[in-house]
Nanobody
Framework: QVQLVESGGGLVQAGGSLRLSCAAS????????MGWFRQAPGKEREFVAA????????YYADSVKGRFTISRDNAKNTVYLQMNSLKPEDTAVYYC????????????????WGPGTQVTVSS
């Protein structure tokens, strides 16, 4: 019912910035909570950020607070993740996610996942 495709990943030096985009499709995508998870090599998948269906109530993992910003444009069916002051520890595959809960906050596994996009921060 919901399809998600990430873009914008790549290689960046420590201290740099990158913006990820997620194109979503589905009848009621605009009402779904959405967000981002990431998985580093050899590590478990972890929550990064989430946003409500109406674009409010953003949630962030402590590791990215103050550096990452999540936003959405429902008219374009797109969710963004602006990443600033990137660190080598941010290197991971980043996944766009969605859940049928309007106020999804990333506290449980989301229903839908994108295929992921690689972000590599060099040191």
């Amino acid at each position: 019912q919901v399809q998600l495709v990430e873009s914008g990943g790549g290689l960046v030096q420590a201290g740099g910035s990158l913006r990820l985009s997620c194109a979503a499709s589905g009848r009621t995508v605009s009402s779904y909570g959405m967000g981002w998870f990431r998985q580093a090599p050899g590590k478990e998948r972890e929550f990064v950020a989430a946003i409500s269906g109406r674009g409010g109530n953003p949630y962030y993992a402590d590791s990215v607070k103050g550096r990452f910003t999540i936003s959405r444009d429902n008219a374009k069916n797109t969710v963004y993740l602006q990443m600033n002051s990137l660190k080598p520890e941010d290197t991971a595959v980043y996944y766009c996610v969605a859940d049928s809960a309007t106020y999804y906050s990333g506290t449980y596994p989301p229903r839908w996942w994108g295929p992921g996009t690689q972000v590599t921060v060099s040191s």
